[in-house]
């Protein structure tokens, strides 16, 4: 019966700017290996180096748009306004995708009608045997725990607590429930506030071991642009500790923010200090006050969706490792 029901629509978005060759080669790896049926959308930041032009030369069924706010999460929950798939696909501009992946993505959510998110197992694209990511699970201080730590199998299906935004594939039905991405987050963090979402409002995520390859470039070389290299990191990790702190806030339940608030604060403060940029957790708790009413605003808006406990979510995709 499921073999003739109508193929789900992959709608693939990716944002950039200024990343020309890189965005060419994401395409290109679309193009080369996904099925039908499928659209892509591109949304340009206003790009200086010649991107949409070359796009739209090379893509011509690419539907490019044109979005002046800063931010690689806006600019993708913008470019979902557009989408007409049943499926959204966020691909990082620095990614290609291999063979298969529309297959395994459409079979899975076909069969797993609880299923809400897939992420795919992250490979380097310069060195092809290294494993980036292979979706997290929950610490018992609900922090955040790479499945490459726990020294788990990366070869075979899973449900996670959260995959990374390289390669994340949401149901466009949840998406547009949620309300998308958190529009407020400009760096950072949007993977797993939405992650967080979809188990409450009671959709699962799963990790599929299907390969995305992946240059990393932000978190190398941070963000923003006539900025040093230090300057860019260090608002890279301001901006991901203050998206850290705000998802905390806005998404755990009551017991949940009494009882793990102190240790997000030294979890964020030990990540800060080894990476080298500690002042970056200060600057973000000034953001993170700064916006706090709003904040407040956002933890109203979306109490309504929650139908699992945190204590739930705990059980299904909790470890007993300690960060």
Known sequence: MLSNAPKLKISFIISAHNRRELVLRCLNSIFAYATQPFEVI?????????????????????????????????????????????????????????????????SQFTKDSEVGVLGCKIISIDDRNTIVDAGGLLSPFWTYVSRKKLKATCDSSTYVYMVVGTAFIVKKSLFLKLGGFDNDFFYGGEDNDFCWRSWMAGFKVM???????????????????KRSIITRRRYLFRSS????????FKNA???????????????????????GYPEAMFLALYDFFKDFKKTLHKRWMVKPHRKIRDSQIMKLVGTNYVY
Do not use: M
Request: aromatic share 14%; with cysteine; glycine share 8%.
């Open 207 to 225: 990790y599929l071991p299907i390969t995305v390859y992946h240059k990393g470039i932000a978190y190398k070389w941070g963000i923003g642009e």
């Open 42 to 106: 591109y949304v340009d930041g206003c790009s200086t180096d010649g991107t949409v032009a070359a796009v739209i030369k090379k893509f011509p069924s690419v539907r490019v748009l044109i979005y002046d706010r800063k931010g690689v999460t806006p600019a993708r929950n913008f470019g979902a306004r557009f989408a007409t798939g049943d499926l959204l696909a966020f691909i990082d501009s620095d990614a290609e995708i291999a063979e298969g992946l529309t297959e395994a993505v459409r």
């Open 253 to 275: 339940e009551a017991t949940t923010l009494l009882k793990f608030s102190p240790v997000q604060l030294v979890y964020f403060f030990l990540w800060s200090i080894k990476e």
């Open 241 to 248: 500790i203050k998206n850290g702190l705000v998802s905390f």
